[in-house]
């Protein structure tokens, strides 16, 4: 397993979770009523639909990370 790839994936993982997070937060405080991107803070569904959004961004990082590094697969 590369290491290196593995901290490329949980730190592209941990940054667009605060970003998304982070934008919802500010669509919220812009626009109470909602708009494009609305996320009700009290469903813990949207919660989890963003961290597996995360989490796939953190996959592809590590998998272009670990094929840049010449350990994975071949494309």
Request: hydrophobic residues 50%; charged residues 15%; contains cysteine.
């Amino acid at each position: 397993m590369n290491k290196e790839a593995l901290k490329a994936g949980a730190l592209m993982t941990a940054v667009v979770l605060v970003v998304f997070e982070a934008v919802a937060g500010l669509v919220q405080l812009v626009d109470p009523q909602g708009g494009l991107l609305r996320v009700d803070y009290s469903n813990p569904v949207q919660h989890v639909i963003i961290l597996a959004a995360a989490l796939g961004f953190g996959v592809c990082a590590c998998i272009r990370k670990n094929r840049k590094d010449g350990n994975g697969p071949s494309a």
